[in-house]
């Protein structure tokens, strides 16, 4: 599965932006996704994940509220809505899918997109 994600680009504190990954492969529709993303000088970090049909899903504690993870498996797509974004958000934004379950840990997924860039200026 190649996955492509794209929507990044540079918006000012309180903004939104929606982010979308798409994958190349119709089975796609039944992977566990996620978001993890890497700020400058820092390690990857999880920011969301969901199942195939969206009915669990998870978020790291610093984008609860803001950030909303969905998916449209018609179209092998994953979307992260991201709300109210502030300079904390400025970082490298990966889309990964699994077969295994949902998981926070980068070693579960198999496939990662090449990461789109989100900054957010104050």
């Known amino acids: 599965v190649q996955l492509q994600a794209s929507g990044g680009g540079l918006v000012h504190t309180g903004d939104s932006l929606r982010l979308s990954c798409t994958a190349s492969?119709?089975?796609?529709?039944?992977?566990?996704v996620a978001w993890f993303r890497q700020a400058p000088g820092k390690e990857r970090e999880f920011v969301s994940s969901c199942t195939w049909n969206v009915i669990s899903t998870d978020y790291a504690d610093s984008v609860k509220g803001r950030f909303t993870i969905s998916r449209d498996n018609s179209r092998n797509a994953v979307y992260l809505q991201m709300n109210s974004l502030n300079p904390e958000d400025t970082a490298v934004y990966y889309c990964a899918a699994s077969k295994y379950g949902r998981s926070r840990l980068e070693s579960n997924y198999n496939y990662w997109g090449q990461g789109t860039l989100v900054t957010v200026s104050s």
């Open positions: 492969k119709r089975t796609f529709s039944m992977y566990v």
